[in-house]
């Protein structure tokens, strides 16, 4: 068995004029809702073997508030920033092969992105997508999604959505 986390950033700042899109910060509520998604991951005890997380500065902030206790291997990749449902896919399986030992992997990325891999990964169970789904993947949502697989084996439609949390919308 293998898990899969799809953790969408939390909520950012609107860009300033001047500034990059890849350069936008968190807002005090996403702060916030990264922070209690830590603490329900915890709770949860949903803990990750190994950490990709986007190269863009709310994705690095974000899971540095949601507080992950080590040990983790941590990557950051450019990748998760610019690429598409694709490449989020294709890193999950490397993942999978280049950490063998591994039966955990978390994306820290973007939308739309994020709820593409979601519905694609997650075609089993009754229903096969999550109803939450229905209006977007929201900011600091995670979803985490089962396989049989391990993770260098994982294929759209395989998985199995096990949880999803959403803090940012009790903000």
């Known amino acids: 068995m293998s898990l899969v986390y799809l953790l969408r950033h939390a909520k950012a700042v609107w860009p300033t004029p001047s500034q990059k899109d890849f350069d936008r910060t968190l807002d005090k509520d996403g702060t916030e809702a990264a922070k209690i998604l830590g603490l329900e991951m915890k709770r949860a005890q949903l803990k990750p073997d190994v950490v990709l997380c986007s190269t863009a500065i709310r994705a690095r902030q974000t899971l540095e508030y949601v507080g992950l206790e080590p040990p983790f291997i ?3 990749l450019e ?4 690429g598409g449902p694709d490449t989020y896919l294709m890193a999950i399986r490397m993942a999978g092969l280049e950490h063998e030992g591994s039966q955990s992997v ?3 990325g973007h939308n739309p992105m994020m709820e593409e891999v979601a519905m694609a990964l997650s075609g089993r169970g009754d229903p096969p997508t999550h109803p939450t789904f229905v209006s977007g993947f929201p900011t600091a949502g995670l979803a985490v999604i089962e396989f049989e697989e391990p993770l260098a084996e994982i294929r759209p439609g395989k998985g199995t959505l096990r949880e999803f949390f959403s803090p940012s919308e009790h903000l």
Request: charged fraction near 20%; hydrophobic fraction near 50%.
């Open 106 to 108: 978390m994306l820290v």
């Open 74 to 76: 941590l990557q950051e």
């Open 79 to 82: 990748k998760l920033y610019s």
